[in-house]
């Protein structure tokens, strides 16, 4: 985990410096660009943590979950000891169980580390899936938990919320450079109306790359929580859970947690967008997950 999180910021901070040398080959004061780097990384890392470390309560709070403190009936019992088995195979403090009210089959996990966790069920899962499924479905939600899904998640946000901060800032520096620079067009102050034309494209075409480069990290880990799921319980389990999936109504969880879900919404704000592709669903489908498992496509 730690050899993670550091090999992102080394990357983050290598890219960072790399462009500040190449702007400041262009006349921009070291210095200047220097203040700009360190001040695109405190905002850009400081949501995405903050958002990181506040995850289980916010995610939990926000499909009226509740947890399991001590178990009501056999099924609760059952889903605990689960947890517990599946926690101590793979060597992590057993996550906190919670379980949520929601017509859909579905379950997330976060946290902000793999000791400090957070499982939650839906009743739509409990009430129609099989336990093999269920179990299946836990241990999907496990390898997200080891494998630290959420901590990478926060600093690829991180990463690119920075680069998305760092070179609007630096356009809107050149901008005004650029116009300050021609007195004709200086006395009529052009840098607002091409600060206020041109940045703000920027900053959209940003965000769409940034889109797509989570989007595609998105359907990745779902694919290795998948293939770690096929090791803990057995392909076929995992296999027929992804298939009982197939008849869930659509997850009616809200954006805070979709993302999260085993089982995803194959649609993000930009399906008001003319374009419909894979590339921007949180999760590949059910179809090529399955096709994933039956070739060992993931599985190391």
Same mark, same amino acid.
């Given at each position: 985990?730690?050899?993670?999180?550091?090999?992102?910021?080394?990357?983050?901070?290598?890219?960072?410096?790399?462009?500040?040398?190449?702007?400041?080959?262009?006349?921009?004061?070291?210095?200047?660009?220097?203040?700009?780097?360190?001040?695109?990384?405190?905002?850009?890392?400081?949501?995405?943590?903050?958002?990181?470390?506040?995850?289980?309560?916010?995610?939990?709070?926000?499909?009226?979950?509740?947890?399991?403190?001590?178990?009501?009936?056999?099924?609760?019992?059952?889903?605990?000891?689960?947890?517990?088995?599946?926690?101590?195979?793979?060597?992590?403090?057993?996550?906190?169980?919670?379980?949520?009210?929601?017509?859909?089959?579905?379950?997330?996990?976060?946290?902000?580390?793999?000791?400090?966790?957070?499982?939650?069920?839906?009743?739509?899962?409990?009430? /129609? @899936?099989? =336990?093999?499924? &269920?179990?299946?479905? $836990?241990? #999907?939600?496990?390898?997200?938990?080891?494998?630290?899904?959420?901590?990478?998640?926060?600093?690829?946000?991180?990463?690119?919320?920075?680069?998305?901060?760092?070179?609007?800032?630096?356009?809107?520096?050149?901008?005004?450079?650029?116009?300050?620079?021609?007195?004709?067009?200086?006395?009529?102050?052009?840098?607002?109306?091409?600060?206020?034309?041109?940045?703000?494209?920027?900053?959209?075409?940003?965000?769409?790359?940034?889109?797509?480069?989570?989007?595609?990290?998105?359907?990745?880990?779902?694919?290795?929580?998948?293939?770690?799921?096929?090791?803990?319980?057995?392909?076929?389990?995992?296999?027929?859970?992804?298939?009982?999936?197939?008849?869930?109504?659509?997850?009616?969880?809200?954006?805070?947690?979709?993302?999260?879900?085993?089982?995803?919404?194959?649609?993000? /704000? @930009?399906? =008001?967008?003319? &374009?419909?592709?894979? $590339?921007? #669903?949180?999760?590949?489908?059910?179809?090529?997950?399955?096709?994933?498992?039956?070739?060992?496509?993931?599985?190391?």
């Amino acid at each position: 985990m730690m050899r993670r999180i550091a090999l992102f910021l080394i990357t983050n901070i290598s890219v960072m410096i790399g462009l500040g040398l190449i702007v400041s080959l262009i006349g921009m004061k070291l210095k200047t660009v220097s203040i700009i780097i360190i001040l695109a990384g405190i905002c850009g890392f400081s949501g995405a943590v903050i958002s990181l470390l506040l995850s289980k309560s916010l995610a939990v709070s926000s499909v009226g979950g509740k947890y399991i403190d001590k178990p009501k009936d056999e099924l609760e019992s059952w889903l605990l000891q689960i947890i517990r088995n599946q926690a101590k195979y793979i060597g992590i403090v057993m996550p906190k169980v919670a379980i949520y009210t929601a017509e859909d089959m579905n379950a997330f996990a976060t946290g902000a580390t793999c000791n400090n966790s957070v499982i939650a069920v839906s009743t739509g899962l409990l009430k /129609n @899936m099989k =336990k093999e499924q &269920i179990e299946a479905v $836990l241990a #999907h939600e496990m390898s997200h938990i080891v494998n630290g899904d959420m901590v990478t998640m926060t600093l690829l946000q991180g990463i690119v919320n920075t680069m998305i901060i760092f070179i609007g800032h630096i356009m809107s520096q050149i901008t005004s450079r650029l116009s300050s620079s021609n007195p004709r067009l200086s006395k009529t102050k052009p840098e607002n109306m091409i600060y206020f034309m041109i940045i703000p494209i920027l900053q959209s075409v940003l965000g769409v790359l940034a889109t797509l480069i989570t989007m595609w990290f998105s359907r990745r880990r779902e694919f290795y929580a998948d293939a770690g799921a096929a090791k803990m319980v057995g392909a076929e389990k995992m296999i027929a859970a992804l298939e009982r999936l197939k008849s869930s109504c659509e997850p009616k969880e809200n954006n805070l947690v979709k993302a999260f879900c085993i089982h995803g919404s194959n649609s993000t /704000n @930009m399906t =008001k967008l003319p &374009i419909h592709s894979e $590339l921007f #669903h949180t999760h590949p489908s059910l179809e090529k997950r399955i096709v994933a498992l039956r070739t060992k496509q993931y599985l190391k």
